[in-house]
């Protein structure tokens, strides 16, 4: 509990205000593992002095909450929203006025998330919470925080951030059908967290095409800002396994350090699965990859035709951007080549996607943790 007096400390002010009362609200409360060791290492290497800067640097960076990750299709009021970061701990609060508050907030840990492990290989454990709450520019506190960091001390276990019942019980049981289809996942026990590796391709092709409009609108070249989800998750994998062969399982304090990771590796090893089981879907089917193709370039290019195949749309949620990837090899590979009519353009797709289909799934099978 030290760790959060201190963190309370730090964000107080010495004055009274009367009438302050708590308000209902969602808080996440995050932690950076691994900061402890690292913070040791410093004392005498001064190459992990700036890599504590710049780690702490990305952290306070996502805590002033961007604009640009506010997208246009969540009605939200992103000024409602309090961030702030002491250390290796962040918290973003918000009231739960709707569904969106909730959805824009774990879709804000899952970029964090992804960021921690791009640019500093750290991952992140954490809880969400519904409860009362006083949180202001001065200072936080309240019974909602003081749960939300017991929980990721104690239930979190593994390197993740669980939803707790408090919100979970705010939802309606076809929002929660339609969020495990999107950015929740439940365990063994029940038990929600935010499934940031499902989304990973969702992510990458939401950041990648701000980026790309950014260049357009800016004439300036494309940075390397945006991940590439396959790298991303061959990093994780390799981080994964190298944890698992740190550790001796005979001595007791490893084997719950052991059971951490194995647990991490379980994760992984089903968003695999999950991701090669609907590439094998498209593999072979070309009527569905045509269909695909036709009902988004009528999207494009028809202001009243609603296309059926989105990555809003649960259903086709891992499908369009894992095969919005495929597109990309394509594309990138026969830049020059591509026709300019849209039924020229969609028959060049579909005659070319299909290997790199093939391709991708074999990727994705040998991104399996052993």
């Not at 004055?15 to 009362?21: E, P």
């Not at 959805?103 to 992140?124: C, D, K, P, T, Y």
């Not at 276990?157 to 019942?165: D, L």
């Not at 594309?331 to 005659?351: R, S, T, V």
């Amino acid at each position: 509990m030290t760790g959060l007096l201190v963190f309370l400390l730090h964000n107080m002010k010495t004055h009274s205000q009367r009438g302050t009362r708590y308000d209902k609200r969602l808080i996440a409360f995050l932690d950076i593992l691994g900061f402890g060791k690292i913070i040791k290492k410093s004392a005498n290497n001064a190459k992990n002095v700036a890599k504590i800067h710049d780690l702490l640097h990305d952290a306070a960076k996502h805590a002033s909450l961007p604009r640009d990750y506010s997208f246009k299709h969540l009605k939200i009021d992103i000024n409602k929203y309090v961030t702030r970061n002491f250390s290796d701990t962040v918290t973003i609060s918000c009231p739960f006025e709707s569904f969106d508050y909730l959805n824009f907030m774990v879709g804000w840990v899952e970029i964090f998330q992804h960021l921690m492990w791009e640019r500093h290989s750290a991952f992140l454990r954490g809880a969400i919470v519904y409860g009362k709450l006083y949180d202001s520019k001065d200072m936080i506190f309240g019974p909602a925080l003081i749960r939300a960091y017991a929980l990721e001390k104690k239930k979190a276990v593994w390197p993740r951030v669980i939803i707790h019942k408090s919100v979970t019980t705010q939802l309606s049981p076809e929002r929660i059908k339609k969020s495990l289809c999107e950015n929740f996942r439940q365990d063994d026990n029940g038990l929600f967290y935010v499934d940031y590796l499902r989304d990973l391709f969702h992510i990458y092709h939401v950041r990648k095409s701000k980026l790309l409009l950014k260049k357009k609108n800016e004439n300036t070249p494309m940075t390397t800002e945006s991940p590439d989800p396959i790298e991303f998750l061959r990093s994780h994998k390799t981080k994964v396994e190298m944890e698992l062969n740190n550790y001796d399982n005979f001595k007791p304090k490893n084997r719950r350090i052991l059971a951490k990771y194995k647990s991490l590796a379980k994760y992984h090893n089903l968003i695999i699965e999950q991701f090669s089981d609907t590439l094998l879907n498209l593999i072979g089917n070309a009527n569905l990859i045509r269909e695909i193709f036709t009902d988004t370039m009528l999207g494009a290019l028809i202001v009243d035709h609603k296309p059926k195949y989105t990555a809003e749309n649960s259903e086709y949620s891992d499908l369009m951007p894992l095969l919005g990837i495929a597109i990309d090899i394509v594309e990138d590979k026969y830049n020059k080549a591509l026709p300019d009519d849209p039924k020229e353009f969609i028959e060049f797709l579909c005659q070319k996607t299909p290997d790199h289909i093939n391709n991708l799934f074999n990727v994705m099978n040998s991104l399996r943790i052993n």
